[in-house]
């Protein structure tokens, strides 16, 4: 081997071709014969070296491999070591939080055999740990400025949120702090189309920009961290900075104002914004957070009539237990006693059931009462008792078909088969289910991105409008 720069380009040789291993075992042959300044010093070979390791997911020794050869991640870092590092960090915490085993494979060893580096001690990162590099090489990542950078950027943000988000026990001072490293001016406002396969069927669809998804995220944690007053002015802001929104983001962000002013001490104007926000988006939650705030008024009639909406809204009756509890103060306010504690057992034993935790507020509130305690063998009876005396609230909805006539255009497919088609449809902000079937003159004609002319169908049982499509716009 003649020069560092000969060494350097057959590894570089190898990893292009994908070679990794073969890569790895030519450097571990060869790397004696350069002393570690060398090594060190050659951006293109150090950044190989990480990406090879990465690849076959041997990342620990890729640390490892920076430790041994004193190659400090600074504002002196060259960019392509940098960005090495960074995907490092990267594909570590994806390994860390899938639970990976962390198994060595015996083949590649490229370090310990002469070295006698112990791997737990010297490479092992918990989650703080990681989390504090990934903060640390942000920066540093802005300062260069390139695609290669900000593309980066993209990835620490998205991997290290869509993993603490998919937590059972979503820890959101560790998400808002995270987000806090992210310069919002510096994110992309590109919204994304890619093409996903839906039951064999091939369609293209868009998706959040990294912008919106960094206002979402950092929203969203605020609000469960009680940070009213920056919740306000950056939801606020997100409804005026972008200019498109995907997965219903308007409305929550328009949720997120709506629930700072409350908190701030301005309930009324929380009711009318959150009434408005029904409108377009009717989900039982929403209906849930109008019923908690006519209760604080003491408005019950008002409270009681949000929540029968929420309780009877689509929805596992499993994630409705605090709107159960809810119910059954409003109740006891009622005088409806014996309602009241069959609403709080069934918040219990639902509890009991999916084996969670049992708040201290609704021991109390059954300590309150007379009653046999429910058993959870009971469940089921309880569970359909209080479903017949949920519906038998909630006038019937006859179904009609409303004789004014809107624009739209198809944005999605669900099934596209023998049956005929259905799918969502867009008209202005909102989005309608809509079925096709097989026999239908128009059917044929349908597809994504085709405008068309359809009425709506409101349907029975409190369901959301569907769309029936009249004709098609050419």
Not at 62 to 79: A, D, M, Q
Not at 428 to 433: F, R, S, W
Not at 439 to 444: A, Q, R
């Given at each position: 081997m003649s020069s560092i720069y000969d060494f350097s380009k057959t590894i570089n040789d190898l990893r292009k071709e994908k070679k990794n291993k073969e890569a790895l075992s030519f450097f571990k042959s060869n790397k004696l014969k350069f002393n570690e300044n060398e090594i060190a010093?050659?951006?293109?070979?150090?950044?190989?070296?990480?990406?090879?390791?990465?690849?076959?997911?041997?990342?620990?020794?890729?640390?490892?491999?920076?430790?041994?050869?004193?190659?400090?991640?600074?504002?002196?870092?060259?960019?392509?070591?940098?960005?090495?590092?960074?995907?490092?960090?990267?594909?570590?915490?994806?390994e860390e939080h899938a639970k990976n085993d962390g198994r060595i494979d015996q083949d590649v060893k490229t370090f310990d055999d002469d070295r006698k580096f112990d791997i737990q001690s010297n490479a092992h990162h918990g989650k703080t740990e990681l989390i504090s590099k990934i903060e640390g090489v942000i920066p540093l990542l802005y300062e260069k400025g390139d695609d290669f950078s900000r593309n980066l950027i993209s990835n620490l943000f998205l991997v290290v949120v869509k993993t603490e988000k998919d937590k059972p026990a979503i820890n959101w001072k560790l998400i808002n702090d995270f987000c806090s490293n992210f310069d919002p001016n510096e994110l992309s406002t590109e919204c994304p189309i890619f093409e996903i396969d839906r039951k064999g069927i091939k369609q293209k669809k868009e998706f959040a920009s990294e912008l919106e998804k960094w206002f979402g995220t950092k929203t969203k944690a605020l609000e469960k961290l009680g940070e009213w007053q920056e919740c306000f002015e950056l939801s606020k802001r997100a409804l005026d900075t972008l200019n498109r929104f995907h997965d219903s983001n308007d409305s929550w962000f328009a949720r997120r104002i709506a629930l700072a002013k409350k908190n701030l001490g301005s309930p009324k104007e929380t009711i009318e914004e959150l009434k408005t926000i029904l409108k377009n988006k009717n989900e039982w939650f929403i209906q849930k957070e109008l019923a908690d705030i006519y209760f604080e008024e003491n408005d019950i009639e008002d409270a009681f009539k949000y929540a029968i909406e929420a309780i009877t809204n689509y929805g596992r009756l499993e994630y409705k237990i605090n709107l159960l509890f809810l119910l059954g103060k409003i109740l006891n306010e009622k005088n409806e006693k014996e309602l009241a504690f069959k609403h709080f057992s069934l918040s219990k034993i639902l509890r009991e059931n999916e084996n969670w935790n049992i708040p201290q507020n609704l021991f109390e509130e059954l300590r309150n009462f007379d009653n046999a305690e429910v058993s959870i063998s009971d469940l089921g009876k309880l569970k359909s008792e209080l479903q017949k005396y949920w519906q038998g609230l909630v006038p019937e909805k006859h179904t009609t078909i409303t004789s004014e006539r809107s624009e739209g255009v198809i944005i999605s497919l669900l099934h596209n088969n023998e049956r005929g088609k259905d799918g969502f449809l867009r008209s202005?902000?909102?989005?309608?289910?809509?079925?096709?079937?097989?026999?239908?003159?128009?059917?044929?004609e349908i597809d994504l991105n085709t405008r068309v002319i359809f009425e709506l169908r409101p349907s029975k049982d409190g369901k959301k409008s569907q769309a029936r499509i009249k004709r098609k716009i050419d």
């Open positions: 010093g050659n951006e293109y070979l150090v950044s190989n070296i990480l990406y090879c390791l990465r690849d076959i997911n041997e990342t620990d020794y890729g640390f490892l491999f920076l430790n041994e050869y004193n190659i400090e991640i600074n504002k002196e870092t060259k960019s392509r070591i940098l960005t090495a590092y960074g995907w490092l960090l990267w594909s570590k915490y994806k202005g902000n909102n989005e309608y289910y809509f079925n096709l079937p097989a026999n239908y003159s128009l059917t044929s």
